[in-house]
């Protein structure tokens, strides 16, 4: 199969930033944090990176298509303004599509699309309880930069 990604369609945005940003207010809670505090982050975040529902200019949200299916999604762009480190901010496979590589092709995909827009390193969060995403990041050559811990009272 072969692995490309495309612009997520206007039209399809909104819809997907309610999809994407619902399941990441739970990923937050599902990491311990308070379920107040991960609402405000995952508000803040919605308005920082998506006024008016659209993407910053500088960042890119792409269907993974295999053999033009739309398998999942990629959410890239600059960590900060005007930052020539960028981020992957979201990426996603849809459940009946996992364990195929096509999230290794999408992120690899991801890397020359940030190096091609100025881009000279790249950078992730992602949560403990993620092991298989942990795998892959480690496998793509990404590398631990800083390490939260929590432990229950």
Known sequence: MT???HLMPDERV??????SFSVYLAERIESGEAPDVAEAKVRRSHSENFPNDQPLPTHRVFNV???DEVVGWLWIGPQLAGSDTWWVFDIEILEPFR????A???????HEQAKALGATAIGLNV???NTGARDLYE???YAVTATQMKRAL
Do not use: C, M, N, S
């Open 127 to 129: 949560f403990g309880f």
């Open 99 to 102: 364990r195929r590589g096509y």
């Open 65 to 67: 298509l295999a053999d």
């Open 14 to 19: 909104r819809e997907w930033i309610a999809q």
């Open 104 to 110: 290794r092709t999408a992120l690899e995909l991801g």
């Open 3 to 5: 692995v490309t990604l």
């Open 139 to 141: 496998k793509l050559g």
